[in-house]
């Protein structure tokens, strides 16, 4: 569904986590669509995972509304730094993964909520088109490029949707960004099965981060084949 939300130029779309995400993201529609009468609609989705709900941290606001904030920082200081992305209810997965990391693997992961990838794309398309636009012109950094300036390691991003939804923006990070997503519906009789079988879960995104890091040559072949 957020896929045929892209050739909708009006349609704004989101996929909060959490009820602050939502509460602000409501309250921005409300002004954007009342109060400034801007001719936009809004998608949002819901799950009806039950988890409980986290307070809202500081200075998040703008991040949520723009598409993407770092959630959570990792108190575990190493020099395998990794970044976990996710949208929606698999961030609660995302988390899981980061313990594991941490725990298990000594690994810094730090955590993002991704709350709009198409926010994300239509603003790295339209920064792209005006630095084409202004060649003379000091180029203009994407939203994605300035939060993510100066961060060291790779990107993981887990999704319960396709795919492509977030290779679509991958090409702006600084760093090395693997894409983990499902490719269809209708597989599996439960979400965790279907996380499973897509291998987007927390076990598969701590996997995937090794082996990424495995192929940057920071980890041991015999570490990797341990995992």
């Not at 896929?3 to 986590?17: E, K, M, R, S, W």
């Amino acid at each position: 569904s957020h896929l045929l939300a892209y050739p909708v130029p009006n349609l704004v779309t989101y996929d909060p986590a959490f009820a602050y995400e939502l509460a602000i993201i409501i309250r921005d529609g409300i002004k954007r669509m009342y109060e400034d009468q801007e001719h936009i609609f809004y998608y949002i989705t819901l799950m009806n995972e039950n988890y409980s709900m986290p307070a809202m941290p500081k200075g998040v606001e703008d991040g949520i509304i723009n598409g993407m904030y770092k959630y959570k920082i990792s108190e575990t200081k190493s020099k395998l730094k990794v970044h976990l992305l996710g949208s929606g209810s698999i961030l609660n997965e995302v988390l899981k993964a980061q313990e594991i990391l941490e725990k298990n693997y000594n690994v810094s992961a730090d955590v993002w909520s991704v709350t709009s990838v198409k926010n994300l794309h239509y603003d790295a398309l339209e920064i792209e088109r005006w630095n084409r636009m202004n060649p003379t012109e000091t180029k203009k950094k994407n939203y994605i490029q300035q939060i993510t300036e100066g961060e060291d390691g790779i990107f993981i991003s887990a999704s319960d949707y396709s795919q492509i939804l977030t290779d679509s923006i991958s090409k702006w990070f600084p760093n090395k960004f693997t894409s983990l997503g499902t490719l269809g519906f209708g597989r599996s009789e439960s979400r965790e099965a279907l996380r499973n079988f897509f291998e987007v879960d927390a076990k598969h995104i701590v996997y995937t981060t090794l082996y990424s890091l495995f192929e940057e040559g920071k980890i041991s072949k015999e570490n990797i084949s341990k995992a």
